[in-house]
C-alpha cells in the first residue's frame, strides 16, 4: 500500500510519499510545494489541487495523513489566525481531493 503524509505550513507543504512493506517504509517521494506568491487564494487552492492529484495517479496512493503546523509560534495572533485561515483552505480542498479520489484516511 502507498501512503501520502502532508504537512501544510503557512508558506508551504511538506510531503512524503511511501510504500510500507511488513514494518519497512520505503520513501517513494520527499519534496515540499511552495506556494507561488503571485496567485491569488483561488489560483493557489487549484495548483494544490492539480499537484496533488497528479501525485494520486502517479503513486496510486492508498492512503493519506494532514498535518497542520505553524501553530507553535510566538507570533501575534492576528497574523497566525490570517495564516492559519489559508491553511485551513488548503486542508479543506486536500480532504475533498482525497475523497473524490477514493483516497482513505490513515492514522
Known amino acids: 500500500m502507498v501512503y501520502i503524509d502532508i504537512n501544510i505550513l503557512s508558506d508551504k507543504i511538506e510531503f512524503s510519499i511511501f510504500r510500507n512493506f511488513s514494518?519497512?517504509?520505503?520513501?517513494?517521494?520527499?519534496?515540499?510545494?511552495?506556494?507561488?506568491?503571485?496567485?491569488?487564494?483561488p489560483q493557489r487552492l487549484n495548483y494544490i489541487r492539480n499537484l496533488m492529484g497528479s501525485f494520486i495517479e502517479e503513486y496510486n496512493i492508498g492512503h493519506y495523513k494532514v498535518n497542520i503546523g505553524n501553530l507553535d509560534r510566538d507570533e501575534d495572533i492576528k497574523v497566525l489566525i490570517d495564516e492559519m485561515r489559508e491553511v485551513i483552505k488548503i486542508e479543506g480542498v486536500l480532504e475533498e481531493l482525497f475523497i473524490s479520489k477514493g483516497v482513505k484516511t490513515w492514522r
Open 23 to 41: 514494518n519497512n517504509k520505503k520513501i517513494l517521494k520527499r519534496n515540499e510545494i511552495i506556494f507561488p506568491i503571485c496567485y491569488s487564494s
